[in-house]
């Protein structure tokens, strides 16, 4: 009764698919991740700009 820790072609192929999927999503994540980040900045910037005008808008009225 002995149970072989070697994986036959078949579940190696398998292995090496699913390995493969990994990296490609892991990648695909990190696309989203930097685009996330750069709309967020670009947001960001943009309530900053909207702020100022706001204040500058403000301190002009009075």
Same mark, same amino acid.
């Given at each position: 009764? &002995?149970? &072989?820790? &070697? ?8 292995? +090496? ?5 990994? +990296? ?5 994540? +990190? ?14 910037? @943009?309530?900053?700009?909207? @702020?100022?005008?706001? +204040? ?7």
């Amino acid at each position: 009764m &002995s149970h &072989s820790l &070697s994986m036959d072609d078949d579940e190696l192929a398998k292995m +090496k698919e699913l390995l493969e999927l990994a +990296k490609i999503t892991e990648h695909q994540m +990190k696309e989203v991740a930097d685009l996330t980040l750069e709309i967020d900045q670009k947001y960001e910037k @943009r309530l900053a700009e909207i @702020r100022v005008a706001e +204040k500058m808008e403000t301190q002009g009225i009075e």
